[in-house]
């Protein structure tokens, strides 16, 4: 049943999609606990129509869900308006983790976590939305000779020989921080830090998957993998 207690807090408005009541409730308070505005949804048509009413800055979404799954619900939500997600995932599965990228999930959380991960991953999400407009300030000409991609930072938009491609918010966001320094290897965990904010270099398998997914839009070659150390990209493409 959903919780439609009145809440004062006016902290960032977050949306827990969790169909398990011990999680749901245990997030929830948790980030209730953290200064946050939290409503829940238990199944996937709630969470969609949640989502449209209580406008939330961010959704906590579990893949399996009744009704229908987390996958399906950040499709809907996405298409409605763009926010970040971070998805909650029963197992680490390399090809669950891109079906989520490809709906539009920002992170993932491998379940057991621990709430202090969740809350610090939510908060690094949240300042990742913030820094989304510091970003935006960037003249399109600190990107550097990008050959034959190209990059409007303010509108967010990117087109490959002409071509515009369509990506996730993390996805834009990744390209940006790589296109800064064209050629040159970032680590894994320094774009973990600087794309996600997030410094714990835990989940580095989300960085490696967000690559993966843009590599499908931008063009294989365009992303030169350094095993071990990290990534660089390659503006006309790796010869
Ligand atoms: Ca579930």
Known sequence: MPDS?????TGPRILVVEDEPVINRAVTERLRGSGYDVTQAWDGPGAVALFAESVPDLVVLDVMLPGFDGHEVCRRIQAERPVPVLMLTARDDEADILVGLGVGADDYLT?????????????ALLRRVDRAAELAA???SE???L?????DVGARRVWVAGAEVHLTPTE???LVRLAGDPGVVL????????????AGATGTRTVDSHVKALRAKIGADRVRTVHGVGYALEPGGAS
């Open 138 to 140: 960037v003249p399109a």
């Open 172 to 174: 834009f966001d990744l």
């Open 187 to 198: 680590t894994r965990e320094s774009l973990y830090a600087e794309v996600w904010g997030w």
């Open 143 to 145: 990107l550097g000779d």
């Open 5 to 9: 207690s009145p809440d004062i807090s």
């Open 147 to 151: 050959g034959d991609l190209r990059v």
């Open 111 to 123: 379940k057991p976590f621990r709430m202090r991960e969740l809350v610090a991953r939510v908060a």
